[in-house]
């Protein structure tokens, strides 16, 4: 089972920026099999939709709507993915859960960090 450790949720102001960092861990095989991590999000009544994520060779797929402002990276030895948010709006409210994948559906989610935009 992959764990996750979350950091750098909270409250931001319109147009400012916040940084969201995930650990995995895991046995070696599983870490091996993990192809792409990255970042969900969902508010309240919606259902979830992916913000961002990176594969381990490096490519990135982003939601139309953070394009841009937003910025996903990862650290494959270190089994981290960082999401770099920038020009927050207050539709970017939500809870962000940090995720992996093998080549098929995203099967490991973090327990999820509230992020507020708000002025």
């Known amino acids: 089972q992959v764990q996750f450790v979350e950091s750098g949720g909270g409250l931001v102001q319109p147009g400012g920026s916040l940084t969201l960092s995930c650990a995995a861990f895991a046995n070696t095989s599983e870490l091996d099999n993990i192809y792409a991590m990255g970042w969900y999000r969902q508010a309240p009544g919606k259902p979830r939709e992916m913000v961002g994520e990176?594969?381990?060779?490096?490519?990135?797929t982003y939601l139309d709507r953070v394009r841009g402002r937003f910025s996903v990276s990862r650290d494959n030895a270190q089994n981290t993915v960082v999401l770099q948010m920038n020009e927050l709006r207050p539709d970017d409210t939500g809870v962000y859960y940090c995720?992996?994948?093998?080549?098929?559906?995203?099967?490991?989610w973090g327990q999820g960090t509230q992020v507020t935009v708000y002025s």
């Open positions: 990176v594969t381990r060779g490096g490519i990135t």
């Open positions: 995720c992996a994948r093998n080549i098929g559906m995203y099967g490991y």
